[in-house]
T-cell receptor, first 111, second 110 residues
Framework: NAGVTQTPKFQVLKTGQSMTLQCAQDMNHEYMSWYRQDPGMGLRLIHYSVGAGITDQGEVPNGYNVSRSTTEDFPLRLLSAAPSQTSVYFC??????????FGSGTQLSVL | RKEVEQDPGPFNVPEGATVAFNCTYSNSASQSFFWYRQDCRKEPKLLMSVYSSGNEDGRFTAQLNRASQYISLLIRDSKLSDSATYLCVVLSGGSYIPTFGRGTSLIVHP
């Protein structure tokens, strides 16, 4: 049981490049989400999904796209990276209204 | 006003001290409450859920005050290993969307 697997751990992009952060969970959780964490700002919700085929925006969705074609996977896409997207990104999943399971995070730098 | 507010600290305490953190939330319809711990550059991990009647886990005690809309975390006999950031998490809405506070930094020194 791997839990929540998040890749890559580190990434450096140039402004305007695109990339996808991968997130997969093997716990059959319906709810999955993406957060970004910036110094002094805490974790802010980017997008979330309550099941396959269902996604919704969180607090800071601009510049990010998501899709949920399977229960297991919830990739986060940056279509045209900007320096303001330099941050640490966490994927999380859970079932019901209980404990969140987090991936180990991605440190993204956009130059 | 942010939905979930915490004093960022840092709280700087000696080993063996008792320290308490509070967290206030603005949505009176919030349903579930948690404390998470986050070590530097690591993912947050659940420390404990918070129940209306209050609950204890070893040296940690969590309480919920719905009337005043705050939750608290009490740490007794602080250890060096308790040094971390403590995040308050509140779940609200039909989909139980978690909202995080900005975290309270705790530094326990010898």
């Amino acid at each position: 049981n791997a839990g929540v697997t998040q890749t890559p751990k580190f990434q450096v992009l140039k402004t305007g490049q695109s990339m996808t952060l991968q997130c997969a969970q093997d716990m059959n959780h319906e709810y999955m989400s993406w957060y970004r964490q910036d110094p002094g700002m805490g974790l802010r919700l980017i997008h979330y999904s309550v099941g396959a085929g269902i996604t919704d925006q969180g607090e800071v969705p601009n510049g990010y796209n998501v899709s949920r074609s399977t229960t297991e996977d919830f990739p986060l896409r940056l279509l045209s990276a900007a320096p303001s997207q330099t941050s640490v990104y966490f994927c999380a999943s859970r079932t019901g209204g209980e404990k969140l399971f987090f991936g180990s995070g991605t440190q993204l730098s956009v130059l | 006003r942010k939905e979930v507010e915490q004093d960022p600290g840092p709280f700087n305490v000696p080993e063996g001290a008792t320290v308490a953190f509070n967290c206030t939330y603005s949505n009176s319809a919030s349903q579930s409450f948690f404390w998470y711990r986050q070590d530097c550059r690591k993912e947050p991990k659940l420390l404990m859920s918070v129940y209306s009647s209050g609950n204890e886990d070893g040296r940690f005690t969590a309480q919920l005050n719905r009337a005043s809309q705050y939750i608290s975390l009490l740490i007794r006999d602080s250890k060096l290993s308790d040094s971390a950031t403590y995040l308050c998490v509140v779940l609200s809405g039909g989909s139980y969307i978690p909202t995080f506070g900005r975290g309270t930094s705790l530094i326990v020194h010898p």
